[in-house]
């Protein structure tokens, strides 16, 4: 699925130069599974991969590998790993 980014530029912002613009990848992952963090119950988008245009039109898919993904506001002690889910990015 390849993704065109001058489209996300104009729907985010009023892009003055639109062939500069990055693309959010994260769009393309399903978007039941846009979440890279939990907290307190609730998923929120903090991380991203922002590729040009040329790249980002070479992006086949994005995974965020979100699943088993631990509640931030409730662990407790140290913690293996990262909170956050990774955002993962395959291309042509």
């Known amino acids: 699925m390849a993704l065109d ?3 996300l530029c104009q ?3 009023n892009c ?7 693309a959010p990848l994260e769009r393309l ?3 039941e599974a846009r979440y890279t963090v939990l907290h307190d119950g609730q998923p929120v988008l903090l991380d ?3 590729a040009s245009q040329t790249l980002a ?4 898919e994005v995974r965020i590998l979100n699943a088993g993904l631990a509640d931030e ?3 407790c002690g140290p913690v293996k790993g990262s909170l956050h889910a990774p955002v993962l990015a395959i291309f042509d």
């Open 5 to 7: 980014a001058g489209v």
């Open 29 to 31: 992952a399903p978007p």
């Open 48 to 50: 991203h991969i922002l």
């Open 73 to 75: 506001a409730h662990v």
């Open 57 to 60: 039109a070479a992006c086949r």
């Open 11 to 13: 729907q985010e912002v």
């Open 16 to 22: 003055q130069h639109p062939h500069r613009a990055l």
